[in-house]
T-cell receptor, first 113, second 114 residues
Framework: AQSVSQHNHHVILSEAASLELGCNYS??????LFWYVQYPGQHLQLLLK??????LVKGIKGFEAEFIKSKFSFNLRKPSVQWSDTAEYFC???????????FGTGTRLKVLA | DAGVIQSPRHEVTEMGQEVTLRCKPI?????LFWYRQTMMRGLELLIY????????DSGMPEDRFSAKMPNASFSTLKIQPSEPRDSAVYFC????????????FGPGTRLTVL
């Protein structure tokens, strides 16, 4: 069965620190990959997505992610976090032939001012 | 487009009562998803529809939960009877059409069962 692993459940950083959140999936075929962010008390919003092409994807608010097919990974990065990035981050995968997401368990990021 | 619309935004009810949550997907989307989010269990997919037809309801917790999509612009999730362990935030999301596989989430309904 397909699965998505987010190994970092809680991350605490100071402002201006660099961020990298891990996401690994288990599926051998063609995948579509997503990162969503959920600010406290709000709904999930799309940060970025990968369907095909350049494996380095740039999203909103300075976030980027790199798809490494050989490692089944889609890690999220930001060079310098801000206090306003405090949120929960979800990685999601869907494969060709389905619109159903497999979500990771989420990573709670807290950025200290 | 107004995005995915959910109502009510907050619902407080007593154990044993029937609860109905409503969702209006984005126009042109042909997939609709119902999720439940709790601190303990995280984000869970309950059921999803394609062209108003339920495709996968394996995430529905038990027979107390039911979902319908009578037309392309409306879906309901019903809990009867409700129990305190059903307290959660319920999200609706839609996708399809020009948006492809990207899911757009509604603001959620925060349900509290006393």
């Amino acid at each position: 069965a397909q699965s998505v692993s987010q190994h970092n459940h809680h991350v605490i950083l100071s402002e201006a620190a660099s961020l990298e959140l891990g996401c690994n999936y288990s599926y051998g075929g063609t995948v579509n990959l997503f990162w969503y962010v959920q600010y406290p008390g709000q709904h999930l919003q799309l940060l970025l997505k990968y369907f095909s092409g350049d494996p380095l994807v740039k999203g909103i608010k300075g976030f980027e992610a790199e798809f490494i097919k050989s490692k089944f990974s889609f890690n999220l990065r930001k060079p310098s976090v801000q206090w306003s990035d405090t949120a929960e981050y979800f990685c999601a995968v869907t494969s060709s032939g389905t619109y159903k997401y497999i979500f990771g368990t989420g990573t709670r990021l807290k950025v200290l001012a | 487009d107004a995005g995915v619309i959910q109502s009510p935004r907050h619902e407080v009810t007593e154990m044993g009562q029937e609860v109905t949550l409503r969702c209006k997907p984005i126009s042109g989307h042909d997939y609709l998803f119902w999720y439940r989010q709790t601190m303990m269990r995280g984000l869970e997919l309950l059921i999803y529809f394609n062209n108003n037809v339920p495709i996968d309801d394996s995430g529905m917790p038990e027979d107390r939960f039911s979902a319908k999509m009578p037309n392309a612009s409306f879906s309901t999730l019903k809990i009867q009877p409700s129990e305190p362990r059903d307290s959660a935030v319920y999200f609706c999301a839609s996708s399809g059409g020009p948006s492809g596989r990207e899911q757009f989430f509604g603001p959620g309904t925060r349900l509290t069962v006393l």
